[in-house]
Nanobody, 125 residues
Framework: QVQLVESGGGLVQAGGSLRLSCAAS????????MGWFRQALGKEREFVAA???????YLADSVKGRFTISRDSAKNTVYLQMNSLKSEDTAVYYC???????????????????WGQGTQVTVSS
């Protein structure tokens, strides 16, 4: 059973930075495609970023140039570095892992098989 645990959320002022971490079960972060999604209050869960293979990444247009996704295979951990945060980035952020399947972007919820519990990010303006 794949387990994902997010951390690093919190309250930050607009323009600030946060780094989210997703600790995965053994080998998950190394062998699975990993993604970050977010869900704001009253809205649907939306794609933020994904990383797969050795270095393939894909980011939502709304976060390009501000967020980066990376992973540390030795630590089985995936990171989401968020800079220049805006109030509209406020949401619960979820880490997800996709089982063996092919995708060119891993940007759709249905491509993911495992989800973490989420971590709250609040950006004050």
């Amino acid at each position: 059973q794949v387990q994902l645990v997010e951390s690093g959320g919190g309250l930050v002022q607009a323009g600030g930075s946060l780094r989210l971490s997703c600790a995965a079960s053994e080998r998950t972060a190394r062998t699975y495609a990993m993604g970050w999604f977010r869900q704001a209050l009253g809205k649907e869960r939306e794609f933020v970023a994904a990383v797969w293979s050795s270095s393939s990444v894909y980011l939502a247009d709304s976060v390009k140039g501000r967020f980066t996704i990376s992973r540390d295979s030795a630590k089985n951990t995936v990171y989401l570095q968020m800079n220049s945060l805006k109030s509209e980035d406020t949401a619960v952020y979820y880490c997800a892992a996709a089982g063996p399947k092919y995708s060119t972007t891993y940007s759709h919820r249905e491509e993911y098989d495992y989800w973490g519990q989420g971590t709250q990010v609040t950006v004050s303006s």
